[in-house]
């Protein structure tokens, strides 16, 4: 693999790590915040994915932005009404809520399963107009996708210090103690995956735009894939560490996902073994922690070993 090469796949990566690190961020929020793990994910995704798509088709790049990330918050409302107002657990609330978010985005998408935008302006291709004159055209996704991470991280960075944000923390940590000290925390919980949501469709709707298409599997695996970013970018950084900080971390883990599997792309590998190199990151990023909380022990065992074998 020559230099050129490599750039490219370094690029590549960057673009689809970044736009899919708003996901990361999205669970960062849910799962690592408040200790939801909303199983939504895809269908919220998905749908941002398709609202950004029909918005941007109808003549509207800009609007289709706040509109997905609207439709995200109303999807986000709906699995935190099931969890904290309907007593069904969390898992299969986000279960429920994926199912249902299948039809409702074949129905956005003009009920078919794919929305083609080649000759859709997007912001993408406004931000390459934008900087037609410049040596950054080439790089303008890349542009889009730095911009929207900085400013999603810069939010939570700053929502995560508030009156609202310290409930939020608190309400996973210990919801018992926040209920003591007369705080809703049915009402956090659902502000936290309002939020939350509202972000996982916004990627959705930048990656839509990106491909320039949008189709009913385009979420599929990304609760799964922002999961093992999360806690790549767990394992290689120290968790003590500021909000902003452990932010960019899953920013970094997303990144890391994305240029392993976008290797194997290029290494010419079968398109059906994409599957089961997703799943190997995965279990490397769920067993790394246990691993290494036990490495300690095993070098302490090893050297032991050593010892009887000397005596």
């Known amino acids: 693999m020559d230099l050129s090469s490599m750039l490219s796949l370094v690029q590549t990566a960057a ?6 690190s708003l996901t990361v961020l ?9 200790n939801v793990c909303d199983l939504s994910t895809d269908g919220c995704f998905t749908l941002g994915a398709a609202v950004g798509a029909m918005v941007a088709i109808s003549g509207h790049p800009f609007l289709s932005i706040p509109a997905a990330m609207l439709a995200g918050i109303l999807s ?34 003009d009920n078919t399963s794919l929305v083609n935008m080649t ?10 107009e934008l900087l037609a004159a ?10 889009v996708a730095v911009a929207a991470v900085v400013l ?14 310290l409930a939020i923390r608190a309400t996973g940590n210990n919801p018992d103690m926040v209920r003591s000290s007369s705080i809703n925390t049915a009402k956090i919980t659902i502000i936290g995956l309002c939020i939350s949501n509202s972000i996982t469709a916004l990627s959705g ?14 979420g599929t695996g990304m609760v799964t894939i922002a999961l093992a970013s999360l806690l790549i970018g767990g394992v290689l950084f120290s968790k003590r560490r500021s909000i902003a900080f452990r932010a960019v971390c899953s920013v970094l883990g997303a990144f890391i996902f994305r240029l392993v599997y976008t290797a194997a ?4 590998m079968p398109a059906y073994m994409l599957k089961l190199v997703s799943s190997i990151i995965v279990v490397i990023a769920i067993s790394a922690p246990y691993l290494k909380s036990k490495l300690p022990m095993i070098k302490r065992r090893m050297e032991l070993r050593r010892k009887k074998e000397v005596v």
Not at 26 to 34: N, R
Not at 265 to 268: A, D, E, G, I, K
């Open 205 to 218: 709707c930048l990656l839509a735009q990106s491909q320039k298409s949008a189709n009913i599997d385009i």
């Open 76 to 109: 986000g409302f709906i699995t935190a009404f099931l969890q904290t107002k309907m007593g069904v657990d969390s898992l299969l609330a986000g279960i429920i809520v994926n199912t249902g978010l299948y039809s409702i985005n074949i129905a956005v998408m």
């Open 26 to 34: 999205s669970l960062f929020l849910s799962y690592s915040m408040l």
């Open 15 to 20: 673009e689809l790590g970044l736009i899919s």
């Open 152 to 165: 999603v991280v810069l939010f939570l960075a700053f929502f995560l210090k508030t009156n609202l944000g």
């Open 119 to 128: 000759k859709t302006e997007t912001v993408f291709t406004r931000m390459k």
């Open 265 to 268: 792309l290029r290494f010419n």
């Open 134 to 143: 410049t040596p950054l055209a080439a790089q303008s996704k890349l542009i």
